[in-house]
């Protein structure tokens, strides 16, 4: 075997230059759109328009015209007095911050715009985030080969990189905040490894720092503490030990978590001064959440829209190699896999547990570092059965990658979509290099992330109830009446989605005449459509009611999608906004609901 000791190396060096060339080769002036542009929005925010704290958002928002970033900035939040602030946490525009200025300085020597999103800039953050993918694979190795041969470390890098869903995410996708997590995931347990050998302070701080930076990024990523806290603990015994190093050490364990405060201090700061409180949750959407007490299990591993054993069949294996690390080192199997379970089920508890635009499950890549040593013991297994059974599992890993590789293709040409895959669709295109119309039409319904909306395909829809009004009790008054001045919220109408449709969403056509009987108001009047549940509305829409004149009548009508319901109990609510109290006379008020044929 002496032959094959430097095999990982070498296929790390090969994997880095095939990388990063490609990486490189397509980088383009977007990178920093959706999630990213949230992340990276302190950067400019704070160095190029020297507004920290976020008080004026009208340069994101032309900027935002100007390079179609986004379809809406749903990455900025709103605190009491509804002041803009910072959606996400500043984890990541702290990984961003040194290419930042790198790029900052390369426009200046380059003459290109100083604003946080020309080219240098744009190619600057990718050069960070390839290094932090090449820090991530690099300590990947060296935790494998501390457990395994160098050739089956070799096998494990291969296999994770080539037919995983891996090589979309540690690639094309990098600036996204689950490359950064699969650079700490291995910090994390290196050190653990590194610490319980030697009790060096300086592996302690960066276990302590990797958990809090992961955190930061993404504060249910702390769950990783499991894996150092349980680490060589498979029973009573062993517990009580490690309790006993803790206090032994107890001085690196204070000075590592003051540093952390320290370097989270910012982001504390920010919080108190924009809302009083120095911990505050700015993910404020009551369309997605946690919902701990329903997971999305079996939809997060075989569903047709993202299923991640469906479209990362090779992880079968990465599983199966709990039950041989169960049997041949317990100490190891219950950090691991009891983190794995915690770590999945919050993974699966989350309402959008599609994740976007992702390939196969995104979030799941964080625990690879894991799966990767179960894997190591499944090789081992596997080294001692006889040729044809390892043949075999090398045919069918093979398949795998082909697998893996062509559908990231389809993927990336937008024939595997990344949003609408259905089981029908899935299978219409499965090994297709093109999609045709009549496929397209078996993908979910195509969601509007402009904010405008047309009902426009109306051909697929039927209606299935009509004349819906504000009132139950008087007739009259259903299609025809008055909004008052003295009253800002008026006519108020809440129904179960349940009740409405058995579909996964609704057309909602709202149309009626209205006439002013008071001066023009500034700012006009809303009609609001939105989703309402105990937490607060979303999917929220408020299309202005604007006059030419008063005392003439107008006539309006609105569409409305549905937005990914969280629960069917939630309900579709209607009112009336009237923001300068004006009078308002109302009539022919209808409201049309669509389904799905």
């Known amino acids: 075997m002496k032959k094959y000791k430097n095999t990982s190396l070498y296929l790390f060096i090969l994997i880095s230059i095939v990388l990063s060339t490609y990486r490189l080769s397509q980088v383009n002036s ?7 542009l949230g992340y990276y929005l302190p950067l400019p925010a704070t160095f190029i328009h020297h507004d920290p704290l976020l008080h004026d958002i009208s340069w994101l928002k032309e900027t935002n015209k100007k390079m179609n970033l986004a379809g809406t900035l749903f990455m ?37 715009p100083m604003d946080g999103f020309s080219l240098p800039y744009q190619y600057a953050l990718v050069v960070g985030a390839i290094l ?14 501390h457990f395994f041969s160098d050739i089956i470390a070799a096998i494990i890098i291969f296999v994770l990189v080539v037919a995983t869903n891996s090589i979309h995410h540690l690639t094309l996708k990098d600036l996204e905040t689950v490359n950064s997590l699969f650079m700490f995931s291995t910090l994390v347990i290196w050190n653990t490894i590194r610490w319980h050998q030697n009790y060096k302070f300086s592996n302690l701080l960066l ?24 680490w060589n603990v498979d029973s009573k015994a062993a517990l009580l030990l490690k309790w006993e190093r803790i206090i032994q050490y107890k001085k690196q364990f204070i000075i590592a978590l003051v540093l952390l405060l320290i370097l989270l201090s910012p982001q504390m700061i920010y919080w108190t001064i924009k809302t009083g409180f120095p911990i505050y949750d700015s993910y404020k959407n009551p369309g997605i959440g946690l919902d701990f007490w329903s997971p999305h299990s079996w939809d997060s591993l075989f569903s047709y829209r993202k299923g991640w054993l469906l479209y990362t069949p090779v992880m079968l294996f990465f599983l199966w190699g709990f039950i041989p690390m ?24 989350w309402s959008e547990w599609w ?10 890549i964080t625990t690879y570092p894991v799966l990767a040593i179960a894997f190591g013991y499944f090789l081992k297994s596997l080294s001692i059965r006889n040729r044809w059974v390892k043949i075999s599992f090398a045919f069918v890993v093979l398949l795998f990658i082909g697998l893996n590789q062509f559908q990231w293709w389809q993927l990336k040409n937008y024939i595997l979509d990344p949003y609408r895959t259905t089981k ?24 509007s992330f402009s904010g405008q909306q047309h009902f426009s395909d109306s051909a697929d829809y039927i209606s299935n109830r009509v004349g819906e009004s504000f009132f139950k009790d008087n007739e009259q008054a259903k299609t025809n009446f008055l909004i008052p001045k003295e009253q800002e919220f008026v006519h108020t ?30 700012p006009p009047p809303d009609l609001v459509i939105t989703m309402n549940r105990s937490g607060g509305d979303y999917g929220y829409f408020a299309p202005s009611i604007t006059f030419d004149s008063t005392g003439v009548w107008k006539h309006f009508q609105f569409d409305y999608m549905t937005p990914e319901i969280r629960s069917r109990r939630d309900r579709v609510k209607y009112y009336f906004w009237n923001r300068s109290h004006s009078l308002i006379k109302i009539r022919a008020f209808k409201v049309l609901y669509y389904q799905h044929k």
């Open 424 to 447: 029908a669709y899935y299978w219409a295109t499965f090994l297709k290099t093109k999609a045709t119309d009549a496929d397209k039409k078996l993908l979910l319904v195509k969601r």
């Open 207 to 230: 276990i302590v720092l990797s958990i809090g930076l992961m955190g930061f990024i993404k504060p249910s990523e702390i769950v990783i503490a499991l894996i150092p806290i349980l």
């Open 76 to 112: 900025l939040s709103y605190d009491s007095k509804g002041q803009p602030m910072y959606f996400f946490l500043f984890g990541m525009a702290l990984l961003y911050l040194p290419f930042f200025a790198l790029g900052h300085l390369s426009a200046y020597i380059l003459g290109f």
């Open 493 to 522: 109408i809440q129904i179960p989605f349940k009740k409405l449709t058995d579909k996964d969403h609704l057309w909602i056509i709202v149309s009626f005449d209205a006439k002013l009987l008071s001066s023009l108001p500034s």
């Open 326 to 349: 169960y049997h041949q080192n317990k100490k190891l199997f219950y950090p691991l896999f009891i983190y794995f379970i915690i770590s999945f089920y919050i993974i699966s508890s």
């Open 30 to 36: 977007t990178e920093t759109s959706w999630d990213v």
């Open 355 to 364: 994740y976007g635009a992702a390939f196969s499950n995104r979030p799941l």
């Open 132 to 145: 932090y993918t090449l820090i991530g694979l690099w300590y990947l190795r060296k935790i494998l080969r």
